[in-house]
């Protein structure tokens, strides 16, 4: 597929379903691109498509399968895109830092496809918000999906999810008061199940 020039092509484009309830629609909605009139659209749609849909069917559905309702914050973004706002300080990493990353249809160094995107667990809010303990969440996935990376942060408990393949499987909060690293392979926490860490918020929130 080449890279949609026209409206048509652009709504054709965003009619492709990545999963049972995912469009690639869903993902190409960016602030910075809306505010400051940047194109938001994939050089790669090929590669684009096939990272989302390894994100949307192996950890977006099975996660909305279990929890319900996720919504998408931010996602895809294309090199200009990525690149503005890191320039300009819009939380947005270097653009080799999101290759196979938040931009979807560029390999990283190493040749891995991948796909980003920063969600929000919609029943999950409630729990977090009277309780503070993100960590439930984290775990959880840790736990029972193969993503790669996850980078959570305060406002409603969003988090970058990452699928990758050859998965790293790392965690980093940047919610005080434990801002850091959670877990990674070799540390000691890494390995095992977590059970205890999510107990209590499955019990609440079913």
């Given at each position: 597929m080449?890279?949609?020039k026209s409206v048509r092509a652009l709504e054709a484009f965003g009619r492709v379903r990545l999963s049972e309830s995912f469009f690639m629609r869903d993902f190409l909605f960016s602030e910075i691109a809306t505010?400051?009139?940047?194109?938001?659209?994939p050089t790669d749609p090929d590669l684009a498509i096939a990272a989302g849909k390894r994100l949307c069917e192996e950890l977006l559905e099975p996660l909305q399968a279990r929890f319900g309702r996720i919504s998408v914050r931010s996602s895809y973004r294309s090199p200009e895109v990525n690149r503005f706002g890191?320039?300009?300080?819009?939380?947005c990493g270097s653009n080799e830092a999101n290759f196979a990353g938040h931009i979807w249809d560029r390999r990283d160094s190493a040749g891995r496809m991948g796909a980003t995107a920063c969600i929000v667990v919609n029943?999950?809010?409630?729990?977090?918000?009277r309780t503070g303990d993100w960590e439930a969440i984290a775990?959880?996935?840790h736990d029972h999906l193969p993503y790669s990376d996850m980078e959570f942060f305060p406002n409603l408990a969003a988090f970058n999810l990452q699928w990758r393949e050859e998965p790293i499987c790392s965690i980093y909060s940047f919610i005080p008061p434990r801002r850091g690293r959670l877990t990674e392979p070799g540390k000691a926490n890494w390995a095992g199940t977590h059970e205890a860490a999510y107990a209590t918020m499955l019990a609440e929130i079913g």
């Amino acid at each position: 597929m080449r890279k949609p020039k026209s409206v048509r092509a652009l709504e054709a484009f965003g009619r492709v379903r990545l999963s049972e309830s995912f469009f690639m629609r869903d993902f190409l909605f960016s602030e910075i691109a809306t505010i400051h009139g940047i194109g938001n659209i994939p050089t790669d749609p090929d590669l684009a498509i096939a990272a989302g849909k390894r994100l949307c069917e192996e950890l977006l559905e099975p996660l909305q399968a279990r929890f319900g309702r996720i919504s998408v914050r931010s996602s895809y973004r294309s090199p200009e895109v990525n690149r503005f706002g890191n320039e300009n300080k819009l939380n947005c990493g270097s653009n080799e830092a999101n290759f196979a990353g938040h931009i979807w249809d560029r390999r990283d160094s190493a040749g891995r496809m991948g796909a980003t995107a920063c969600i929000v667990v919609n029943r999950f809010i409630p729990y977090y918000e009277r309780t503070g303990d993100w960590e439930a969440i984290a775990w959880w996935v840790h736990d029972h999906l193969p993503y790669s990376d996850m980078e959570f942060f305060p406002n409603l408990a969003a988090f970058n999810l990452q699928w990758r393949e050859e998965p790293i499987c790392s965690i980093y909060s940047f919610i005080p008061p434990r801002r850091g690293r959670l877990t990674e392979p070799g540390k000691a926490n890494w390995a095992g199940t977590h059970e205890a860490a999510y107990a209590t918020m499955l019990a609440e929130i079913g």
